[in-house]
């Protein structure tokens, strides 16, 4: 620095660069405010939406989903489609196929309607749907698809009077929900809705219920934190954002349906039918958390990509059930019972699949193969490692080995999955035997050197623990959660 320039002047010269540099951030904060995509989400009668966007994309084609989880046709909810230009003039839009949009000038601004009162059953809570003073709003399939430096969204509410608005989202201070990923947010829209919260190991866990049931949102907010817990000690993976449970009953004729749920993001989107046939309500509840919260680690805490189904929905299963077991939701017969109940299920449809197939066919096929065989796979693989390593290693350790070698990555599931399971030298060839070999499982020979009996002569299977165990079996048993 010259010396003629005296201390004052050097002070002046960094007050400047300072004043400089917050400008420029100013303007950089700005303008990335500006280019969150302004959304306005209005109900109006009849469960029918308004959705209103303000776009800086300058869009001429707009792609609504159409398809998921089964439910067909969704782009045909969309209604009332207009756009406006740069300048402020209505431009035409082209509808070129079901929730397909397309226009021959850029447009800064675009309205529709979406009908929401068409409720099935077999669709939720998958979908979007608004009956009588309530409803779930799934922003995948309310909103077009956006390029991938737009996904950031303002989202607004218009909402009738005395109405309510949650979300696993905080509301900030302007009254708008910044959302980073529209395809994993879910909101709970309604009238007198109620909210109670709980933090479990530092992290915020609300539910948000809707209507009258048997027992209390106090009970069932400890039940979904014992679970909350014991998954936090199973990954040992702290989850990054607020998890929520929306807790809402059937808004169609029920039949035979008792519960249904869906984890999307950091939300449990949970239908049950208040009037079922249900001795013990928050046992229940405690079964259907177990799998349901597990699903906010696995698969929606990981970055892992491709269809990987047969573990992050049949091995939840499995380890879902051991869940409910250690927190004496259930007895040991009873895990045998279900056990036994699903393999009744798999026996019932042909199956000539790997898992990874039918993991990429789990929608189109009407088998739940992945679910069945999944679970049932896992229930193996778990005895597999036990037994090898006199029950030292489970399957529930490899949960915390996951996301310690692959939590960050962003790999393919099938590989990261097998390439973690088959790590032990007694598990090398599991994958190849049960996996990726379409062979159909056969249970009866294979449990018997675990220590089980499994009938299925009559009218349904029957899996007990044999009378004449032999030491080692014992321990395995007793390792696994059986008493005599």
Aim: hydrophobic share 40%; net charge neutral; aromatic share 10%.
């Amino acid at each position: 620095m010259p010396h003629n320039v005296n201390q004052l002047q050097i002070v002046g010269l960094k007050l400047f660069v300072l004043t400089a540099v917050l400008h420029a951030f100013g303007s950089i904060v700005g303008s990335a405010q500006t280019q969150l995509q302004q959304v306005k989400i209005s109900v109006l009668p009849q469960s029918v939406i308004q959705v209103e966007i303000d776009s800086p994309n300058n869009s001429r084609t707009w792609s609504f989903l159409n398809a998921y989880a089964g439910a067909l046709g969704l782009g045909d909810r969309i209604q009332k489609f207009q756009a406006v230009g740069i300048s402020g003039q209505t431009i035409e839009v082209r509808k070129i196929a079901s929730g397909e949009y397309q226009a021959d000038q850029a447009a800064k601004r675009i309205t529709y309607l979406v009908n929401l009162s068409d409720v099935s059953t077999k669709n939720l809570p998958h979908i979007s749907w608004i009956a009588n003073d309530h409803g779930f709003l799934m922003l995948a399939d309310l909103l077009p698809e956006f390029p991938q430096d737009g996904r950031r969204l303002a989202i607004r509410f218009d909402l009738p009077l005395q109405w309510l608005t949650y979300s696993a989202t905080k509301l900030e201070t302007d009254g708008s929900y910044i959302v980073d990923d529209a395809d994993v947010e879910v909101f709970f829209i309604g009238r007198d809705l109620r909210r109670r919260s709980a933090v479990v190991r530092g992290l915020e866990l609300q539910l948000v219920s809707f209507g009258d049931w048997t027992f209390s949102e106090k009970d069932a907010l400890k039940s979904a934190s014992k679970v909350l817990e014991k998954y936090f000690q199973l990954t040992n993976f702290k989850l990054t954002k607020q998890a929520s449970v929306f807790l809402a009953p059937l808004p169609a004729s029920p039949g035979s349906t008792q519960w249904k749920a869906e984890t999307r993001g950091s939300t449990v989107a949970l239908v049950m039918n208040p009037r079922a046939d249900i001795k013990n309500w928050l046992g229940q509840l405690g079964v259907i958390f177990t799998h349901e919260v597990l699903h906010l680690w696995v698969p929606n805490s990981l970055r892992l990509k491709g269809n990987y189904d047969w573990f992050f929905e049949g091995f939840t299963l499995y380890v879902a059930l051991q869940t409910a077991l250690s927190l004496k939701l259930i007895r040991f017969q009873e895990f045998l019972d279900t056990l036994a109940r699903v393999y009744d299920s798999y026996l019932s449809y042909d199956d000539n699949q790997t898992l990874i197939e039918a993991s990429e066919s789990r929608w189109t096929r009407l088998s739940p193969i992945v679910y069945d065989r999944g679970m049932l796979v896992a229930f193996l693989y778990d005895l597999t490692l036990r037994k090898a390593t006199n029950s030292r290693e489970r399957l529930l350790d490899q949960y915390r080995l996951l996301f310690d070698r692959f939590g960050a990555e962003s790999g393919d599931g099938n590989d990261v999955i097998i390439k973690l399971l088959t790590s032990s030298a007694a598990t090398r060839e599991f994958s190849k035997s049960y996996v990726e070999s379409r062979n159909r499982l056969q249970l009866e020979s294979i449990l018997a050197s675990f220590g089980f009996e499994l009938s299925t002569g009559g009218t349904r299977s029957q899996l007990r623990v044999r009378s004449d165990l032999t030491g080692e079996q014992n321990a395995l048993l007793k390792s696994l959660g059986y008493r005599k």
